[in-house]
C-alpha cells in the first residue's frame, strides 16, 4: 500500500495529448477531434489501519534503451537492491510499436536474458514470449471483420505488437519477486535488429515494478 500518512503533499500529474496522438501514420488523411474531455479519478483507501504499520512501497517507472546498431547483445543495466514483481518491454521504431526489433523467425529466434553474472533468471525467446503472454494476459489485437478475419486468425499476426511481459510472481505470492538485494549487478540482455538505419528512432522501453521494502526498525 501506498502509506501517505508521512507526505506534505500527494500529487497526480497528467500530460495532456491531443486527438492525433491517439491515430497511427498508416492510415493516411484519417483525423480525430475530441471536443471535450473528463478526467474522473478515483481512489481506494483503507482506513483505521494500526498506528506503526509498515508496507512495501510499489514504485513503477520507465527506463528508454535506444538501439543504433543490430547486436546479439545490446545490454540495459537495472538497478539493484529491491525486489522485483515484474519487468514488461515495448519495442518502437518512429513512434510505431513492432516485433521487428526482437524478430522471430523459424531460423531465428531473438532472445531476452535477465542474470547477474553467471545467475540467469529469465532466458526467453521472444517470439514464445509473446504466445505466452497472449494466453496468460490476452495481449493480442481485436479480430478484422469482413474477409480480412481469415488471414489475422493467426496467432502471430494476433498478438500484441511490440510487448514482452516478463512476471516473476507467478502464483501471485510476492514472495515469488527476484530479490536484487544481494546482487551486485542485474543486467537485460536483449538479442536486436536495428530496423531504422537512417534516424535511429529505434528504442525499447523498460517497464519496472519495483517494490521497496520498508525500512527495519531500530531496537530502542
Avoid at 159 to 176: M, N, P, S, W
Wanted: hydrophobic content about 45%; some cysteine.
Amino acid at each position: 500500500m501506498l502509506d501517505s500518512a508521512g507526505l506534505a503533499t500527494l500529487e497526480l500529474i497528467v500530460t495532456w495529448g491531443t486527438g492525433l496522438d491517439v491515430m497511427d501514420d498508416d492510415f493516411d488523411g484519417a483525423s480525430v477531434t475530441v471536443n471535450d474531455a473528463t478526467l474522473y479519478v478515483s481512489s481506494v483507501e483503507a482506513v483505521g489501519v494500526p498506528a506503526g504499520t509498515t508496507f512495501m512501497t510499489n514504485k513503477e517507472y520507465v527506463i528508454r534503451s535506444q538501439v543504433t546498431a543490430t547486436s546479439s547483445r545490446h545490454q540495459i543495466f537495472l538497478p539493484v537492491a529491491n525486489l522485483y514483481r515484474s519487468i514488461i518491454l515495448k519495442t518502437h521504431s518512429r513512434g510505431d510499436q513492432v516485433n521487428t526489433i526482437l524478430p522471430w523467425t523459424l531460423a531465428n529466434q531473438n532472445t531476452i536474458t535477465i542474470a547477474s553474472g553467471t545467475e540467469v533468471f529469465k532466458y526467453r525467446m521472444a517470439g514464445f514470449l509473446q504466445a505466452c503472454n497472449r494466453l496468460d494476459y490476452a495481449m493480442e489485437v481485436p479480430e478484422l471483420m469482413g474477409d480480412a478475419a481469415a488471414i489475422t486468425h493467426r496467432l502471430q499476426e494476433r498478438q500484441l505488437e511490440g510487448y514482452y511481459i516478463l512476471e516473476f510472481v507467478k502464483d501471485g505470492r510476492l514472495t515469488e519477486c527476484l530479490d536484487t538485494s544481494r546482487l551486485s549487478s542485474l543486467e537485460l540482455t536483449l538479442d536486436v535488429v536495428a530496423v531504422d538505419a537512417v534516424d535511429h528512432l529505434d528504442f525499447i522501453d523498460v517497464y519496472l515494478t519495483e517494490l521497496i521494502r520498508p525500512p527495519v526498525p531500530v531496537a530502542a
